[in-house]
T-cell receptor, first 118, second 113 residues
């Protein structure tokens, strides 16, 4: 069975601080996909990144960066120089295959609520 | 990216009534859509997979007769909460697949009083 654990339920930081959101996953599959989604107060889920199990390169996109470590089954997300607009709930998710017709479901972590204050 | 529209955004209904929630893919066709449920400050739990032209696939523990799913066209899936009770109050969110990515609707907050 697949499982995603986000131990940090809530994090509060002051604007411009860096913050790292942790994600640990469990799966028996050798091929799998990891995701991060942002859920602002309005409720919709915003896709941030997808990473497959064969690509352990870290990725940076603006102020966002992701650290994928297969050895520790972790896929952590760092926001550099946080801003108030980053305040949201962030979900890490896992899937055993991409959506190719026989669609696969996403297993979500419990989410980390990030509060960025001035 | 693709747009998934969910309607209504919020609804309040009386206990015992039924509520229909619509999920539309606005600029693409979706043979498969997913319905999730999210309790306050909790994660999203998949309820069912909606397949166009066939029966939905429900996750274990989800009552098929209570949560009716109809995927009548390639752009529309509906979730009907029948005989709603206060414990059905939750945030329901759908997603559709486009070019190997899942796009989510804005969600529907259901409150049963």
């Amino acid at each position: 069975a697949q499982k995603v654990t986000q131990v940090q339920t809530e994090i509060s930081v002051v604007e411009k601080e860096d913050v790292t959101l942790d994600c640990v996953y469990e799966t028996r599959d050798t091929t799998y996909y990891l995701f991060w989604y942002k859920q602002p107060p309005s409720g919709e889920l915003v896709f941030l990144i997808r990473r497959n199990s064969f690509d352990e390169q870290n990725e940076i996109s603006g102020r966002y960066s992701w650290n994928f470590q297969k050895s520790t089954s972790s896929f952590n997300f760092t926001i550099t120089a946080s801003q108030v607009v980053d305040s949201a709930v962030y979900f890490c998710a896992l899937s055993d295959k991409l959506y190719t017709g026989t669609a696969s479901k996403l297993t979500f972590g419990t989410g980390t609520r990030l509060q960025v204050t001035l | 990216g693709a747009v998934v529209s969910q309607h209504p955004s919020w609804v309040i209904c009386k206990s015992g009534t039924s509520v229909k929630i619509e999920c539309r893919s606005l600029d693409f066709q979706a043979t498969t859509m997913f319905w999730y449920r999210q309790f306050p400050k909790q994660s999203l739990m998949l309820m069912a997979t909606s397949n166009e032209g066939s029966k939905a696939t429900y996750e274990q523990g989800v009552e098929k007769d209570k949560f009716l799913i109809n995927h009548a066209s390639l752009t529309l899936s509906t979730l009907t909460v029948t005989s709603a009770h206060p414990e059905d109050s939750s945030f329901y969110i759908c997603s559709a697949i486009y070019q190997l990515e899942a796009f989510f609707g804005q969600g529907t907050r259901l409150t049963v009083v």
